[in-house]
Nanobody, 128 residues
Framework: QMQLVESGGGLVQAGGSLRLSCAAS??????????MGWLRQTPGQEREGVAA???????FDIASVKGGFSVSRDNAKYTAHLDMNNLQPEDTAMYFC????????????????????WGQGTQVTVSS
């Protein structure tokens, strides 16, 4: 089963930047074909899709982060990234990366139930 490990979270002041990384277990079959997503969750809230990238490098990010967040992937290294700029306190959350073998092209953030592999999450805290 695929394993994902996130890194790069931390505490940052409003207006600052962070880069989250997601490393997939090596030799993951068809890793480069399918979707990697980034989702976030705050206590008591449902998990929210933030950005996703398809196997064809199509991308989508939600309106509230558009222009500030950028998703990318390096298939040779089985790694995906979420670059977050101009962070605001409302971006504070646990961030998860996830993999879906049911989505190749991205036109929207896939529903949470289409992701079958998840990382353990990395905490992002933005102070005002």
């Amino acid at each position: 089963q695929m394993q994902l490990v996130e890194s790069g979270g931390g505490l940052v002041q409003a207006g600052g930047s962070l880069r989250l990384s997601c490393a997939a277990s090596r030799y993951t079959y068809n890793y480069d074909t399918y979707c990697m997503g980034w989702l976030r969750q705050t206590p008591g809230q449902e998990r929210e899709g933030v950005a996703a990238i398809g196997g064809d490098d199509s991308t989508f990010d939600i309106a509230s982060v558009k222009g500030g967040f950028s998703v990318s992937r390096d298939n040779a290294k089985y790694t995906a990234h979420l670059d977050m700029n101009n962070l605001q306190p409302e971006d504070t959350a646990m961030y998860f990366c996830a993999f879906s073998s049911r989505v190749m092209n991205i036109q929207n953030i896939p529903p949470v139930n289409l992701f079958e592999a998840w990382g353990q999450g990395t905490q992002v805290t933005v102070s005002s």
